[in-house]
Every structure is written in structure tokens, then in C-alpha cells.
């Protein structure tokens, strides 16, 4: 019988394509995903540590898994991602689950194979390291149906002063040109319709490859000149990096989606400097308006987040007129989480927990009205849409603006670009007929 495998992802897309290369390594080692959660010979963790939420999911998750192991004694649990790589977490988990067959570092998860063959006399192994070479000869097991993730740069500099990022991932390092297009060209030829890049901040690929003038306008650019009908969606783009250049790359393509991820984090100056984001509200709304210039049906989304140490409802306030002031078709909304190792974990004036959560619902709420009237505003327009999936009967598609519709078909539409037109809002959801 094949040997089987589970692999359980938290965090972020980043994590999610990580998942899908740790896939492929296990495929090539013969395993075939497990069909029942609870007996897979090798379960995977792949960790996310940038919220505590994330980190106590995980922990959770261990408790359940020790159960299984109970079961099944020969069960491998493989424990890796940013959890492991902050500051004394990988030692502690040793200590406390000593059931865990490996735990492993985000900068070395392509020993995996190996690893997992050596059986370490039952004990918990551990390798974390600081190496960060790019392994560019990683196998991938796809599971974004006809999205494909492509990694255009690891690690960050950026070292907002609430973020754990940095530590677990290490610095920048973008992959060269060349591989990202042959990647690319590649994934197109075998049907995927749909590319999104990825890395901490888009914005700044190239900048530590020496030597080069590749950046990220030039990339984007020869991205589109891939022939082939597809959509080229990329994040996260910091707002302080954004340049005009991107812009114009996007808005003279014919391939590049018109959805712009690009977090605010506060609406506050002075939370803005507390977190070293090095820009104020006001460049942030005028990157805004650089973009909405360019690309007028631009489809903006950001990530904000409330009750960063000192934060006063005049700084949210700030935050909420800037909500306003940008109407996101999509936000995702965050309260602060102090993270061990980080500045601001030691800053005075950490706000208490009532005050983060009504400022929470505040915001989502004013951003339910904000989205409520835009999808109003879609009725009766037309879209080019890319059918993504089909799911309960319909199919879902997504508009170059990146707002999801709604429209009777069948499964053979998925991967299709459509006409469409917005018959219907319910509840900020569109529905579309095909024109
Ligand atoms: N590189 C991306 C974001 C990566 S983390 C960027 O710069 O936008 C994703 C989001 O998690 C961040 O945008 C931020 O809003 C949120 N986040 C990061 N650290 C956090 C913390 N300590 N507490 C709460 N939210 C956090
Ligand atoms: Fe974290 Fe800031 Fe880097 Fe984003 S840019 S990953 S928020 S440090
Ligand atoms: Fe992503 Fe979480 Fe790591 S958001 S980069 S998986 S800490």
C-alpha cells in the first residue's frame, strides 16, 4: 500500500506555495495525499507565527495530533515554517512534544526528503539554519486549481516594528529574471490562466540582485509579453515603494489584473512612524491616487491594523477616515498582536483588549458599508471575467478589478475568459449572466 501524506498550512499565500512545493517533495518520495486526515503516515505542519492566533491554531492542532500518534505509532510529524525559525520556539517545542519526528527551519525545508528517511533513533530532530541560498530546483505539487503561485523574491527588509516576518524569513533575496519567466512561460503552456507573484514587497525585486537593472516595472513588463491569454496578479506591494513605473506596466498590459494589494496598516501619523512604515497617511492616499489616475476600474485592497501600542481613538479615527477616503473592495482587518522579539512588543502604552475589539467591529462595519455601495454601483455593468472554479452549481470568476461574480454555468467554463454582465447584489456578493 502507498505510503500516505496530510499536510496542514497556516499563514499566508507564501505558506500556501510552500505547502504545495512540500507536496511535490513527498510525491517524489512516493507518498500519495491521504484521503483520511487522521491516518497519514507523514503529517506536515507548515507554521505561521505573525499573529498569536496562528501560533495557539498550531498548538491545538499538536494536541490533536499527539491523539493520532496514540493510534498510530509510526506517524511522522513534521513540524516546519515560521513558527520554528523565531527565537527559542523550535527548542520549546521540542521539550514539550517530543512526538514530533522533525522540526525543521524556513530556510532548509528542501532537506526534507532526506530527513524524513533517517529515522534519528525515535528522537525529535532539529535543524534550523540561517542559510538562505535560493533552491531553485524544488518540485511542485499545484493545488490552486488554475492559479499558479510564483515566488519572485523571499525574506523582507522592511522590519515594521510589530512584524515577525523578517526574523523568520531573513532578508530579501529575489530570483533572478530568467527563472521567474521560464517559470511563467512554462505554467502557461500547460493551461494556468491565472499567475500571481509573490513576496513581502513586490515592489522591491531586484534590488539585491547586483549587478542588475532588473526591477519590478521590467519584470512585470516581460511578463506580459508571455504570448498565451492569462492573468498576472502579484503581492504585497508596500505603499512607500510603489513607483509610477509599476503603474504604467500595469495599466499599458493587456495581462496584468487591475486588483492592488496594498496595505495601509493606520490612517495615524504618528502610529504610521511608531510602526516604521515611512510613509504618512498622505503619500499613502496619493500612491492611491496615482493608481486610480492610471487604472481607472482599479480594485484596491488593504490589510489595517488596530490597537498598536499607544494607538487613541483619535489615531483610529484617522484610520477610519482613511478606510473612507480609499474604498477598498476588499480589506482584511487585524488586531495588533504582540510578537516576542519584535520593537514595538516593548513599547509603553499597549492598548487593552475591549478598546481593540470595538475598534475592530468599528471598522469592519464602516467597510460593510463601503463595499455595499460599490457592489451596488457593478449592477448593470460589464465584465471580463475568468472563471476560477465551480462550486455548489455555479461558477465563481473573478473581474480584472479582481471582484468575484457569480454565474450559472458548468464546470466545463473553469479556466474560461467570459462576458459578463452584474445582474444582481445580495449582500455585497454579485451575480453575473453571461452576455
Ligand atoms: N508584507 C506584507 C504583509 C505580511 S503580514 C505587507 O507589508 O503588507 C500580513 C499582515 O499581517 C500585515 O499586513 C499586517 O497587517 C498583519 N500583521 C503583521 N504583524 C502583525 C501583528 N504583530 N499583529 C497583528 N497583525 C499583524
Ligand atoms: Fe512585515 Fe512590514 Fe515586511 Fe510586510 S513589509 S512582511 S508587514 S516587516
Ligand atoms: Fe506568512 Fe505567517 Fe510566515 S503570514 S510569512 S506564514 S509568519
Known sequence: MDKTYRIITYGCQMNVHESEKIAGMLENEGYVRSDNDDIADVVVLNTCCVRETAETRVTGNLGILKKSKELKPDM??????????????????KERCPFIFAILGTHNIDRLPEILRDGHNGKTYVEITDKTKINEDMPVKRTSGINAWVNIMYGCNNFCSYCIVPYVRGRERSREKKHIIADVKKLVSVGYKQITLLGQNVNSYGNDLNGSTDDFPSLLRDLSAIDGKFRIKFMTSHPKDIVPETVDAISESDKLSHFIHMPAQSGSDRILGLMNRKYTSADYLSKIDMIKNAIPDAGLSGDIMVGFPTETERDFADTVDLVSAVKYSNLYTFIYSRRKGTPAANMEGQVPTADKKRRIAELIKRQAQIACGSAVACVGRSYEILCSEHKNGKIVGETRCGKA??????????????????????????????N
Open 76 to 93: 511522522k510529524i513534521i513540524v516546519c515554517g515560521c513558527m520554528t525559525q523565531s527565537d527559542g520556539t523550535a527548542q520549546k517545542l
Open 405 to 434: 461574480v457569480l454565474i450559472d454555468g458548468d464546470a466545463s467554463m473553469v479556466g474560461k475568459f467570459i462576458n459578463a454582465k452584474i445582474i444582481k447584489n445580495v449582500n455585497s456578493k454579485l451575480y453575473g449572466a453571461i
